[in-house]
């Protein structure tokens, strides 16, 4: 009887220690219960760890006891706070020199091909442009602290910025700039999410710009932080060979983009100087190509 209270102590205390090291994924709390912008990705970092289980043992994931912007988020994360541990930003260099990239692009480069939200009565306008300099002539809408700012500025476009989506779309209502650019699974989301909001404004649909984009996962730079990105990076190769990977990219972004009809659209490419190095452009199976080629 000692005996087997003795292994049984043993497993317990085993278990116990298994369950003190698993691995704590905390991610942004989603803005409210309607908020489903990140579903996506929390899914497949989901699926990633469940396919690492056997490499890293149990994890726990889940949101953040409260709402954060996305300069607190970085700052939490770079301070070990445990308040959160993992986030998704389109990198850049800076982001990059302060926390880990997992350098492995979640939406595929997605976000790099940019429908226009536009007013309405300005179709015909957009329908006629033929070339990037046209283009360039038109002023862009984004949200301030996003990297796709200096993106278009450095691509020789005026932008216009404001704190937040629904500020931005108010602003091209309001005529403040001519064209909000965005990428194809949120672009007709966000018309929808702010019709009642802000009338005469549509989606535009003919023309495509494209940048080389990457969305990450990012974590502290850290030895914990560093564990938790090799895992992560892992199980989302192991979803890419498997396929599970591409599953859930269709089942999330394929109606949308399939509404965006990408294929018969006038495409203006666009460099992204700020595109920091260690993308993994060499890496076909990584990147969604909706043209043909």
């Not at 809408?141 to 910025?161: A, E, H, Y």
């Not at 850290?222 to 859930?248: H, Q, W």
Request: with cysteine; glycine share 8%.
């Amino acid at each position: 009887m000692r005996r087997v209270i003795v292994t049984v102590w043993c497993l317990l205390m085993a278990a116990g220690r298994a369950f003190a090291l698993a691995d704590a994924f905390i991610y942004p709390r989603p803005e409210s219960d309607t908020d489903h912008r990140y579903e996506y990705e929390w899914k497949l970092l989901q699926t990633a760890l469940d396919k690492t289980i056997v490499d890293y043992g149990p994890y726990t994931l889940g949101p953040s006891s409260q709402v954060m912007n996305q300069a607190r988020l970085a700052g939490e994360i770079e301070a070990g706070s445990g308040r959160v541990s993992i986030f998704v930003r389109g990198t850049s260099a800076a982001l990059e020199a302060t926390l880990l990239p997992v350098r492995i692009p979640l939406d595929k480069g997605l976000l790099g091909y940019r429908v226009f939200i536009i007013r309405a009565a300005d179709r015909e306008r957009f329908a006629a442009i033929r070339s990037l300099d046209e283009l360039r002539r038109l002023s862009a809408g984004q949200v301030n602290t996003w990297s796709d700012v200096q993106i278009l500025r450095d691509g020789g476009f005026n932008v216009i910025t404001g704190h937040h989506v629904g500020t931005v779309f108010k602003m091209l209502a309001a005529g403040r700039f001519d064209f909000f650019p965005r990428g194809p699974d949120e672009a007709y989301r966000d018309s929808d999410e702010w019709r009642d909001a802000v009338a005469g404004l549509v989606v535009e649909k003919t023309l495509l710009l494209h940048y080389p984009f990457a969305r990450y996962f990012f974590v502290q730079r850290s030895p914990a932080g560093a564990r938790m990105a090799t895992r992560v990076e892992l199980g989302l190769n192991r979803m890419l060979k498997d396929g599970s990977f591409d599953t859930l990219f269709m089942q999330y972004k394929g109606p949308l983009i399939a509404k965006a009809d990408l294929r018969n659209r006038r495409v203006f490419e666009l460099n992204n100087v700020a595109l920091p190095p260690g993308a993994p452009t060499g890496r076909k199976e990584l990147w969604f190509k909706p043209l043909p080629n």
